[in-house]
Nanobody, 126 residues
């Protein structure tokens, strides 16, 4: 069973940066498509970014494109989300998620994720 543990959230001023980490256990990340999803208070979960098993293919929400970068280190079984130029509207709980049945080049979408972490809070002050 895949287990995901997020870390790296916190309080940051607008324009600042944070790097989220997702430690994966139970399966090697090289066999998983991975992603980040966020949920702000009173709103539905929103897809943020995803990366294929190959690591060569990524997909981003328009709202974070050019500011966020998803990456993976399969040697450490960890996935990252580098967040730059943060805005107050980025405030949310950020979840790491895994897709176990995708092809090597496939970039998962929100409905594909079957395993989720417990989330880490990111708060951006204006």
């Amino acid at each position: 069973q895949v287990q995901l543990v997020e870390s790296g959230g916190g309080l940051v001023q607008a324009g600042g940066s944070l790097r989220l980490s997702c430690a994966v256990s139970g399966r090697t990340t090289s066999n998983l498509g991975m992603g980040w999803i966020r949920q702000a208070p009173g709103k539905e979960r929103e897809f943020v970014a995803a990366i294929s098993r190959s690591g060569d293919s990524t997909h981003y929400a328009d709202s974070v494109k050019g500011r966020f970068t998803i990456s993976r280190d399969d040697a450490k079984n960890t996935v990252y989300l580098q967040m730059n130029s943060l805005k107050p509207e980025d405030t949310a709980v950020y979840y790491c998620a895994a897709h176990q049945t995708g092809g090597f080049w496939y970039v998962p979408r929100l409905p594909d994720f079957g395993s989720w972490g417990q989330g880490t809070q990111v708060t951006v002050s204006s």
